[in-house]
């Protein structure tokens, strides 16, 4: 007889990409795992996966199978998520990746409020630079900064992105007030490198008049894939650096930092911070703490206050 718990456990295997990951997300052996896969085959009476010594291989039964299993065990999770949190005391188990700043930032003081009310709900919170495969990974609930790329996913925007370039007081006596792109790109910068990822191009306007953008390209000798190193390299001076304004705890008078260019247009480069989930009908549990953090931000988002009068700077900020 097909269970639900070796559907699910096929789809794993897939997913994982080995029998050998998939054991470990369940706390199962191999062989364990294997046998509940030669189950599950006998049932069906056709063969779900070619094996070899190293890897496997989907046949065309288990092609067809694994999308309506995906259907199947993706139904009956939202069908108990949505009887946990109508419970007379909301339950249920919500799982949530995120980037380490953000999550840090936003996502702990929410979660923190979030489970003061709803003290049977279980959160688990994974925070990481490198984006996880929400649906692979199992997880209800992403916040991601940036371009959206996940087209089979559904996404809210939550904020839009708010940029600034920032130095220190002191790395401004020392060089002189940039007046220009070009006059700010051969001064040092801090920049963002995680991986594949180096974030050292700024789109702006050539001079306060003109709305021609024109890419520019930091320099320095400092990248690091810590947004609060960043800031913490600005503050002491190494170099200006490009940073969304949720980046910062406090305003930058306070941090003795000032805001370059702020006359010229400064592209927000068509991103946003967005919550993102696997399914269009989303349980009020996730829906309740969208909401929670949403009004922790505030709309406009709070942060934009940590430049003051940002709202008039940079010419234009929609995106």
Do not use: C
């Not at 249920?92 to 929410?110: C, D, E, K, N, V």
């Not at 984006?131 to 209800?140: E, K, L, T």
């Not at 070009?182 to 995680?194: D, F, G, Q, R, T």
């Not at 247009?265 to 993102?276: E, L, P, R, V």
């Amino acid at each position: 007889m097909i269970t639900t718990n070796q559907l699910a456990l096929f789809i794993d295997v897939v997913q994982q990409g080995s029998f050998a990951k998939a054991a470990a997300l369940h706390d199962m052996d191999n062989s364990s795992l294997s046998k509940q896969i030669k189950k599950l085959e006998t049932s069906l009476g056709v063969q779900l996966l070619n094996r070899s010594t190293r890897s496997f291989a989907l046949t065309p039964a288990g092609e067809e199978i694994l999308t309506q299993a995906n259907v199947l065990i993706n139904t009956l999770h939202q069908i108990q998520n949505i009887a946990d949190s109508y419970q007379k005391t909301p339950k249920g188990h919500i799982r949530i990746t995120s980037s380490i700043a953000f999550g840090q930032m936003y996502l702990q003081p929410t979660i923190s409020q979030y489970l003061k009310k709803f003290p049977e709900v279980k959160i688990t919170l994974s925070l990481d630079d490198k984006r996880n495969d929400i649906i692979a990974d199992h997880f209800d609930l992403a916040f991601r900064v940036g371009k959206l790329s996940d087209s089979n996913l559904i996404a809210k925007k939550i904020a839009k992105t708010n940029f600034a370039i920032i130095a220190s007081k002191t790395f401004i006596a020392k060089h002189g007030m940039p007046e220009t792109p070009n006059e700010l790109i051969k001064l040092p910068a801090v920049i963002y490198s995680n991986g594949k990822v180096t974030l050292d191009q700024m789109q702006l306007s050539s001079s306060p008049t003109s709305n021609e953008m024109n890419s520019y390209r930091m320099k320095g000798n400092y990248k690091v894939s810590d947004v609060k190193s960043i800031i913490e390299a600005v503050k002491d001076g190494v170099g200006y650096a490009m940073v969304d304004l949720f980046n910062l705890e406090q305003n930058i008078n306070e941090l003795d930092l000032v805001a370059l260019l702020t006359d010229h247009k400064i592209s927000m480069m068509d991103t946003g911070i967005y919550a993102i989930y696997p399914h269009r009908n989303q349980t009020p549990l996730i829906t309740e703490f969208i909401n929670h953090l949403q009004n922790n931000i505030g709309t406009p988002p709070y942060w934009e206050r940590h430049i003051t009068n940002y709202h008039s700077l940079y010419r234009s900020q929609e995106n």
